[in-house]
């Protein structure tokens, strides 16, 4: 058995029913409801419901699905999945709070499954673990920033220590963050990016030369055609499904692009439109492309090709040669490299026919109003920039870039993820960027580049690195190979980490470790000159601000700023004479004046802020202004990727159950693939089931080979389920520990969670059982 994973039982109550045709609906809002309402009292739980997503409310912390640029729903823009983030945050039914650390040590803290550890409800106060103690006890905030201030300045060298950020913190906290991180001499700044578009940055960085979406909320209801590929919206983005259906009814063609057929991509029903309501759901895909894991370079590619053919039949009508003349370089190569692949090779990768892939090319070959979406699914692959860049190609091909309607968006994660980068968190900072820096502060910011998140991991196993201080996220849980990250903190020597709720990597801890308790985005933050809010940027680039409304569950948490103002303050003592810590504390929109004269794009940032709905930020690509080595969008030449699998192997992807975010289970269900009650389940094609031997709900162990090193993730059952043969689904974090440390995509870095070769054996069970039988 794993020590460091969550426990490998099962629940023994899973239960499998057909999996759901249409997404939302009712059943999703009276869930949503009933979510926040039982974990807090009504009044407390209405208020933050009906604030979210308003202009004058808090930005939700789930998604970062931008908010509608004109009207918003009257009665809340929020989805199910963004109440379940509230209710996780502002429950007030439990508290985390010393006394649960008294009661429990590390030890059996680790032995409960993560939706108990979630249900422990929030921090409450500042928390030590002393070295050689089994249970956290609570520390003074003085004392715990006098603690890693003590240890910070006592290292060889600033690049012994790590800051991590998860993606919820806002863009003060983010900028102030980085100027302390910076101050202090390193660029050692990972991110759960590093672990979810990373490879998008990457690859747009080299096509278009900017790392962002190029599209704007109101493109989507104006598009031709949108394609989704690797992205599950119904459950990870369900307020996307709202243009969508907007965009269908405006007469818009849908693509679809994944290995399962998810709810979302089949149909909506948005619970706030009487209208769907009372006449039933909206159709939503019109092609369906079941594709195998990881075939969509090849997939582009053949799209690319059947393009080229029709341009050919139809001369001019089907290519923007004026674009593709003015604004972009490597065509002829591109073309060129084309005829190496056949179309029929191309599609038997995919698992598909050309046919079929003919069938999606006819909707969008004499439109440029095509927008692309992708996700997860495109960015967790070993040649993930590589398929990134495809998608640019044909974007490129069809002069989609720049237009109304038109345009490449990939589709966020965490709420502030987008911003988080643009205010600095990065271990390869630009130059110009530290440039800045140096000219407001007058200080040398590092020049080398930091370590990423698995680079991260590799340091501290090392003892290369020996501080971690993670500003929010879970990052034992998040990044991959369980095991080896779990054993990388236990070998620091102090770990920190700002959270506002009890995780697993608080139990993997160095040899001193704290827990800072810090507000969420639904408190209502106080400072010393009043109520202040922070602002975040959504996925399309719209900067906007975030009001907390409910008050706090405690006196002694602070905000994130504050944490790192206070920190700060300590640390850095007369090498930062030049920032005030306590007056930025104080005041955020004298944050924000240092963000306006540091980072291009935010002139007027607090008048422009505080605009409902915000303003969107400065955005080349939107305007055919391309910062590349040339100023042009680039073809590129990439190749598809082989899995040639042997006998008995399948590719497997870890994804998401509706009932979590992230490493936070909310509950044992996923109700679009209809699994209840279990979250130890594989999904496998029904042939490879009989194939391989095994039988419906037979409890088996998953095994990863790589570089001759076996890892193994005990008891997970079989649900057999429309997915290509050969391919296999399984949830993350509890899969995480089959994914190699050193299986990353190439250029980014990332892991390569969603392709992993994995082989299936019978699990050994102790009362030698073969199948759960309920
Ligand atoms: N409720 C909720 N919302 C969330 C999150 C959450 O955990 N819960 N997480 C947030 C974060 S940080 C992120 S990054 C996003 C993630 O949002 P998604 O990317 O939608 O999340 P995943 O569950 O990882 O789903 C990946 C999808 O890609 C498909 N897929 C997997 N491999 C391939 C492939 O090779 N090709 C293709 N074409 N498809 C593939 C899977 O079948 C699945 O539908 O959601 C954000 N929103
Ligand atoms: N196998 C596999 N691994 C994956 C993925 C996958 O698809 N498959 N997806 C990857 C992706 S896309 C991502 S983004 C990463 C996510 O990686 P992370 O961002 O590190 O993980 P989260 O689960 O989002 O972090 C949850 C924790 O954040 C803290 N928290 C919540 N809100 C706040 C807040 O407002 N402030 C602070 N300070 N803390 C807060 C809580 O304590 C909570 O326990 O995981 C990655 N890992
Ligand atoms: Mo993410």
Known sequence: MNQNTPPEQLTGKLEVDEPYTEAAGLPAILKSFKQVLQGTDAARGWKALINMNQKDGFDCPSCAWPDPDGHRSRIAEYCESGAKAVADEVMTSHTASPVLFQRYSVNELLQKPDLWLSQQGRLTQPLILKPGEIHYEPISWDDAFQLIANQLNALDSPDEAIFYTSGRTSNEAAFLYQLFVRMFGTNNMPDCSNMCHESTSVALAESIGLGKASVKYEDYEKADVIMIMGQNPGTNSPRMLTPLEEAKRNGAKIIAVNPLHEAGLLAFRDPQSPRDMLFG??????????????????????????????????PGKVLDQSFIQQYTSGYDAFVKSLDQFELNDLAAQCGLTVAQIREAVDLFKFTPKLIICWAMGLTQHRNSVETINEVINLLLLKGSIGIEGGGASPIRGHSNVQGDRTMGVWEKPKPEFLDSLKKVFNFEPPRNHGFDAVAAVKAMHEGKAKVFFGLGGNFAMAVSDTNYTADALKNCKLTVHVSTKLNRSHLHHGETALILPCLGRTDRDIQATGVQFVSCESTTGVVAQSHGVVDSVSNSLKSEIAIIGGLAKV????????????????????????????????????????????????????????????????????????HDLETGELLLMTIRSHDQFNTTVYG???????????????????????????????????????????????????????????????????????????????????????????????????????TVDQ
Request: proline letters at 6%; a neutral charge; one cysteine or more.
């Open 668 to 770: 044992n269900d996923d109700r679009y693939r209809g699994v209840y009650n279990e979250r130890r389940v594989v999904f496998m094609h029904p042939n490879d089931v009989a194939n391989l031997g095994f039988k419906e709900k037979q409890v088996v162990d998953l095994h990863s080979h790589y570089n001759g090193k076996q890892r193994t993730a005990h008891k997970f059952i079989i649900v057999p389920y429309d997915i290509p043969v050969g391919c296999a689904a399984a949830y993350f974090p509890e899969t995480n520990v089959l994914v190699p440390i050193d299986s990353i995509a190439e250029k980014s870095n990332t892991p390569t969670s969603k392709s992993i070769v994995i082989r299936v054996t019978p699990a050994v069970m102790e009362d030698s059982r073969q």
């Open 281 to 314: 759901a909206q159709k939503m895909t019109d092609v369906f492309l079941q594709v195998r894991i990881n075939s969509d370079l090849a997939l582009v590619k053949a799209m690319c090709k059947i393009l080229l053919e029709e341009e050919t039949k139809n």
């Open 571 to 642: 640390t850095l003592g007369v090498k930062a004479d030049r920032v005030d810590w306590d007056s930025l504390v104080a005041k955020y929109d004298r944050i924000r004046d240092l963000i306006e004269q540091t980072i291009p794009g935010f002139d007027n940032y607090n008048e422009q802020v505080r605009k409902p709905g915000g303003f969107y930020i400065p955005n080349g690509p939107r305007v055919r202004e391309f910062k590349t080595n040339d100023g042009k969008a680039h073809f590129t030449l990439n190749t598809p990727n082989h």
